[in-house]
């Protein structure tokens, strides 16, 4: 049997106490053990950002954490920000824009992209195309993603 | 399918090297590059799991004396956006500008970066040319140990570095940069940053009256490890930046290096691009 | 209330054709909430993995399971011998699902393992043995038709030499093929030995393009259960749900009535869901052994290694013209490299051809093409399907016959362009053509003359950065392709007590908008707004027949079909309106959610009220409608003539870039494009599929290269597949040119592959603008452009051949 370790940390604003395997990642414990589908696997390489989380206020790849190093901190998932209606502005955004197609990449583009809003505000679109590097999208091109969060700080 | 027996997240710097002292020991720090590796079993973790994240030691970045010390924890954004590192150390925010991806920078540590030993590490250039130490942890016997190696001589090839299994990385130091310091990180890829370089080329030393002098060379992606380029140092020491010289460095530097064909460019291509790239930097550092 | 009916109220006209509509499903996908393959788990589901070769080519001596299948956990584990019953799969049946005595590339399926958990099959894998005996690689198309060349389909014999006989049919995978030739083409109009002599310039270079693969999002994944009287429910990505449905029953021996195929939203298809791939046939083997669900979803490396590629091609193409900018004729040989097996990338030269006999006036044609085995990956249906790699060629010729004769590029292209009313040699008939308009529209906006000039004088100056601009023009279908008996799509239109409408309609939706689109022409014939329309594309239980997403044909045939059955839905609503209010049906109109008059706007009923009127009475009517929707297309006759679509799509786009000499890197810089999509539906829809095609053709050119050695993939992760990311992208402008077309709904072409077609051909001939130096082999990588710019790219000759 593969090791297990109680953590607790706060989940969308809950607080928590999952047992969780030592190795397994802080994506596959969102998805299989705690049941969030919104964070989405692309690669479990870090390439492609689908699984972007926030973890204590910054955008992390899920894929590359460890489940056990949630341990006593503030995680955030698509569910929390979509529900918690902070990212209003951000969703409504990416719908008007015209950013979501197949629509794969946009929870973890949305992740990113709130946290780039964070830490710049009022970006330009040179610093939100860098913002958003680490996150793969096949069907847009990027253009409308990059409108769509540049607009959602105006509004 | 493991035999990890046993998860450990010490308080102390204390607790962490007591863990080390059997050696069989797996450490986690940001995790960006052991979770994918241990997930797709290119790694194996040993019989303890050890996180780091825990320890007050490990973090921060200080002035102390005439070093700024960051601490091993350090991720690198951090690190690209402390004041100290933005006043006294801008190239290595460059490099860590073209690090991987926000996310992962955000999570990344200064410590992994090192201990990854990635011939192509981007934080690894800045730092072999800023003269960067790196100091280890460890407890032989029942007190803690610390001492220090240039992290020029750290490197031992892909992924194997001079530190031993008991001994954990604290932090790097690096001596504040003197007047009329200058440096220069070049990072060739495709794309401005989630790219693994195809070579990347740092230079740092004393412009002083157009003459280089105290020059540091440093290659990634061209050899086992990032490599300081003595011959390359060696021709520019004491020169004054015109243009023959220029050319006759930048020749120097395509002969040093001895890089491999991989699916990112050929050995042929490799040599041109640090002939073409050094010349490009010294141009630069000496119309600057 | 009373006031409202003394006071007439006018309903102004609206109309949503045209305007940047939302996409309907983007709120759930951008909030988490939509539930992909990869999101849905049954209840008692097990965990499928797939047990891959490895090996490139070799013979199956043993493979031993008893270790696999004793560990806890495990369910089931099967290798072909388990299957007796195993057909053969793919578009030239040449491979069972489960490979039987032979390995012919490194994805091959060997054995697959159902278990509780993703982990537990996957150890199981690791203890299945296999013993192979490898064999001679063949590593590339030129190889593989060389005489004497190993074949990778001989007749089937076990590893101890005697013969297999495998039992029934007459397919490849049964009987074998005697050389490694997997499908050839050859096609001709005019005469092209009269269209040399007839030239004065005649130029021939050999072009090379490379593995690329669609890298959808979401990996691949399916389900499938069996119920108690063994009806089979799956669910699965295809963009080809219906004729799926019965090549599945064919591979389980039953009747296609038992199969129903549920889509859940997909993470991109852009072609890969064209086929039926092995896996999908082995999930239903283990589900069917396992009795339990069983869910196999890939990993990212794994969609690297097994999924279908862009075919590469080596071609070698002939072209003339006259001094007065005549184009004379055009000679082609191509040979494209299948693969292992054969998918639906074998069938490209079908677009090619379109391309080299149609793509301006082409009095005279000459095209052979061969798709031989290798030990390769094979090649599937992608994007663009072989327009890419033959436009890539044609339009590098054009500005080379320009220069040739001394003729501006741009006027030499618009003397060749062709009008709406031409018929070309193919027999192609273009009834509505922006050709021209495309090409001074992109040149125009571009400021292509000047900035064309102005590069070229600008080569020799000093400095590292060169700056280029160049074009190319695409042709596509537009209007379906009949490459079926049927091209059509079936709809399913009815209208509940409130005015809603529940669409129910046969194609599919796989990211690109369909069904946004769909809603909007239901609505602009209802007189509706688009919140009014729930749409149901997902089941083959509920939904009406469709061929399927390819062929850019979704909003051409089933909005056309969704029209159909909208306005029988409104001829019935006017019928009872007409009856009711006494008036003439032809005097009264839907607009706004009422019915009105016609002439006046005047609002006479809200239709809610109607439709509830109509439901509640003894002789209630309901308002439902179907409506079959088949082009007006024609098959191609045996040498490939034919007017195979009801329209044509057109486009030119316009590339720039800098050319840096001291490392190869070209930065693209702006993209200025423009479409002939007959009639714009949704705007941000349209934009969103041209710049993501942009962007997919910008990673064709410049930066995604999958690299295959003697078979071997080696860069099988994002890391070294590069993906354009967003800091790359360029500037766009794009333009749209609307030709109406008189069969199109509301005037509109299909337009979901066109974008990613022009690219690498306007990039070379951008960078042969900046420096002089073309390219011509893809992709134009650092080192590749740097190669050729210092003289270390030797000149591409591929001696033309063809099948005898």
Redo the contacts between chains.
């Keep these: 049997m593969?090791?297990k370790?109680d953590i607790e940390f706060t989940l969308n604003g809950v607080k928590r106490r999952v047992a969780v395997d030592?190795?397994m990642?802080t994506l596959a414990m969102l998805?299989d053990v705690i049941g969030l589908?919104?964070?989405?696997?692309?690669?479990?390489?870090?390439?492609?950002?689908?699984c972007?989380i926030q973890v204590d206020g910054?955008?992390?790849?899920s894929?590359?954490?460890?489940a056990?190093?949630c341990?006593?901190r503030n995680v955030t998932?698509?569910?929390g920000l979509?529900n918690d209606g902070r990212a209003d502005a951000l969703?409504d955004a990416?719908?008007?824009?015209?950013?979501?197609?197949?629509?794969?990449?946009?929870?973890g583009m949305?992740m990113?992209a709130d946290?780039?809003l964070h830490k710049h505000p009022r970006p330009d679109e040179?610093c939100?195309?860098?913002?958003?590097?680490?996150?793969?999208?096949?069907?847009?091109?990027?253009?409308?993603?990059?409108d769509a969060i540049v607009a959602a700080d105006g509004a | 399918m493991t035999e990890l027996k046993h998860y450990f997240a010490p308080t102390s710097l204390d607790q962490a090297v007591e863990c080390l002292k059997d050696g069989d020991v797996t450490i986690l720090a940001g995790g960006t590059d052991l979770t994918p590796q241990s997930q797709a079993g290119r790694v194996k973790i040993k019989h303890t799991l050890m996180n780091v994240r825990h320890i007050p030691q490990l973090s921060g970045i200080t002035l102390e004396g005439r070093e700024i010390r960051i601490g091993a924890l350090a991720t690198i954004t951090e690190i690209m956006e402390h004041p100290l590192v933005k006043e006294h150390l801008p190239v290595l925010v460059e490099a860590c500008d073209h690090f991987a991806s926000d996310q992962i920078r955000n999570a990344g540590t200064i410590g992994g970066n090192i201990c990854n030993a990635s011939p192509a590490g981007d934080t690894l250039i800045p730092l072999l040319v800023l003269n960067a130490s790196v100091e280890l942890a460890s407890m032989p016997e029942a007190k803690l140990y610390r001492h220090s190696m240039p992290l020029s001589t750290f490197f031992v090839g892909p992924g194997k570095t001079r530190k031993s299994l008991c001994e954990l990385v604290t932090c790097v130091r690096i001596p504040v940069p003197a007047e009329n310091h200058v440096a220069r990180f070049y990072k060739h890829g495709t794309r401005p940053a989630l790219d693994i370089s195809t070579i990347s080329i740092g230079v740092a030393g004393t412009l002083k009256d157009g003459v280089m002098s105290n020059v540091r060379v440093a290659f990634g992606a061209v050899a086992p490890t990032p490599v300081r380029a003595s011959q390359t140092e060696q021709a520019l020491e004491g020169q004054r930046l015109d243009a023959a010289t220029i050319d006759k460095v930048a020749a120097v530097a395509r002969d040093e290096v001895k890089p491999i064909d991989d699916v990112r460019a050929t050995a042929w291509y490799r040599k041109e691009m640090i002939h073409n790239i050094t010349k490009r930097i010294l141009s630069h550092v000496a119309q600057a | 209330m009373n006031v409202a009916e003394k006071k007439p109220r006018i309903i102004q006209p609206d109309s949503l054709i045209g305007k940047r509509i939302q996409k309907m499903d983007a709120p759930e996908k951008a909030s988490g909430r939509t539930r992909y393959i990869h999101d849905i788990n049954l209840s008692g589901q097990l965990h499928g993995k797939i047990l891959r070769s490895g090996r490139i080519h070799a013979l199956i001596k043993s493979i031993d399971t008893s270790a696999a299948k004793a560990l806890p956990g495990v369910h089931v584990v099967i290798t072909a011998a388990d299957i007796p019953d195993q057909r053969p799969i793919g578009v030239a049946k040449d491979h069972f699902p489960l490979k039987v005595g032979r390995v012919r590339s490194e994805r091959d399926e060997i054995a697959a393992v159902a278990a509780e958990s993703e982990e537990i099959a996957e150890a199981a894998l690791k203890l299945i043995k296999v013993e192979y005996e490898d064999l001679p690689v063949i590593g590339n198309p030129e190889d593989a038709i060389k005489p004497g060349a190993p074949l990778i389909h001989p007749e089937p014999h076990g590893a101890d030499g005697t013969h297999l006989h495998l039992k029934q049919g007459t397919s490849i995978a049964h009987k074998g093929k005697p050389d490694n030739i997997a499908m050839r083409f050859d096609y001709a109009h005019g005469d092209v030995v009269q269209g040399e002599a007839a030239s004065d310039v005649v130029v021939e270079d050999t072009f090379k393009l490379h593995y690329v693969t669609h890298c959808c999002m979401g990996v691949s994944g399916m389900i499938a259960e069996f119920d108690a009287s063994g009806n089979v429910l799956m669910y699965s990505n295809t963009q080809v749900p219906f004729l799926h449905k019965r090549e599945f029953a064919e591979y389980l021996n039953i009747d296609p009535a038992r199969i129903r195929i549920i889509q859940p939203p997909i993470g991109g298809g852009f072609g890969s869901k064209l086929d039926i791939y092995p896996f999908e046939v082995i999930c239903l083997y283990l589900a069917r052994a396992a009795r339990r669900p069983v869910k196999m979803l890939f990993t990212r490396e794994e969609e690297f290694l097994a999924s279908p590629t862009r075919q590469p091609v080596l071609l070698t193409l002939r072209s003339g013209c006259k001094k007065d900018g005549t184009l004379t004729f055009r000679q082609v040989h191509t040979l494209h490299d299948n693969g292992a097996y054969t998918s639906w990338g074998a069938t490209t030269p079908f677009v090619m051809m379109q391309t080299f006999s149609s793509l301006y006036r082409v009095p005279h044609c000459d095209y052979h093409t061969a798709a031989v085995y290798t030990n390769n990956p094979y090649a599937g249906s992608f994007r663009g399907y072989g327009n890419l790699q033959a436009t890539f060629a044609i339009e590098q010729h054009m500005d080379m016959l320009a220069e040739k004769i001394g003729m501006d590029p741009l006027e030499f292209r618009i003397k060749n362009a062709q009008d709406a009313g031409e018929v070309t040699g193919q027999g192609m008939s273009f009834k509505s053509c922006g050709f021209k308009d495309c090409i001074t529209t992109a040149a125009t906006r571009s400021d292509f003359s000047r900035k064309f000039k102005e590069n070229a004088a600008n080569r020799n100056k000093p400095g590292n950065i060169r700056r280029g601009i160049g074009m190319a023009s695409m042709l596509h279908v537009g209007g379906g392709a009949k490459i079926y008996p049927s091209d059509g799509c079936g709809t399913i239109l009815k209208m509940d007590d409130f005015a809603n409408v529940t669409l129910i309609t046969g194609a599919s939706e796989i990211g690109q908008g369909s069904e946004t689109v769909l809603s909007q022409l239901v609505c602009e014939e209802l007189g509706l707004p688009i919140s009014a329309v729930t749409v149901v594309n997902n089941d083959t239980a509920i939904t009406p027949w469709d061929v399927g997403v390819h062929a850019s044909r979704t909003t051409f045939i089933a909005g056309n079909s969704a029209i159909g059955a909208a306005k029988k839905a409104k001829a019935k609503i006017l019928a009872v309106a007409a009856k009711k209010y006494e008036a003439a049906e032809s005097d009264l109109d839907l607009r706004g959610g009422f019915v009105i008059q016609a002439a006046t706007g005047e609002a006479i009923v809200e239709l809610s009220k109607l439709l509830r009127n109509l439901h509640f009475q003894d002789k209630a009517e309901l308002v439902m409608t179907t409506f079959y929707y088949e082009p007006p297309s024609v098959h191609q006759d045996k040498g490939f003539k034919g007017d195979v679509s009801a329209a044509y799509a057109w486009g030119t786009q316009v590339v720039e870039v800098e050319v840096d000499t001291d490392t190869g890197f070209v930065k693209l810089v702006k993209v200025t494009g423009a479409h002939d999509v007959g009639r714009v539906l949704n705007r941000l829809g349209i934009e969103g599929q041209i710049e993501g095609g942009v962007v997919m053709g910008q990673g064709y050119a410049f930066t995604e290269d999958l690299m295959i050695e003697n078979g071997v993939m080696k860069n099988p992760n994002f890391r070294d597949y590069k993906l354009v990311t967003a800091p790359e992208i360029p500037e766009m402008d794009i333009a749209f040119i609307e030709s109406m077309d008189g069969e199109g709904p509301q005037g509109a072409k299909g337009v979901g592959e066109a974008p990613a077609i022009c690219m690498a051909a306007a990039a070379a001939n951008a960078i042969a603008n900046a420096t002089g130096t073309r390219m011509f082999e893809l992709p134009f990588t650092p080192e590749k452009v740097y190669r050729a710019l210092h003289g270390q790219t030797p000149k591409l000759y591929w001696k033309p051949w063809k099948a005898e």
């Design positions: 593969s090791l370790h030592v190795t990642n998805r589908t919104g964070t989405k696997y692309g690669c479990g390489e870090g390439e492609c950002g689908a972007t910054a955008s992390l790849n894929c590359l954490m460890f056990v190093d341990d006593g998932t698509i569910e979509a969703l990416f719908v008007e824009h015209g950013a979501v197609q197949c629509g794969f990449c946009t929870p949305v990113q946290h780039v040179a939100v195309k860098r913002g958003i590097e680490g996150n793969l999208c096949r069907c847009t091109g990027y253009k409308k993603i990059v």
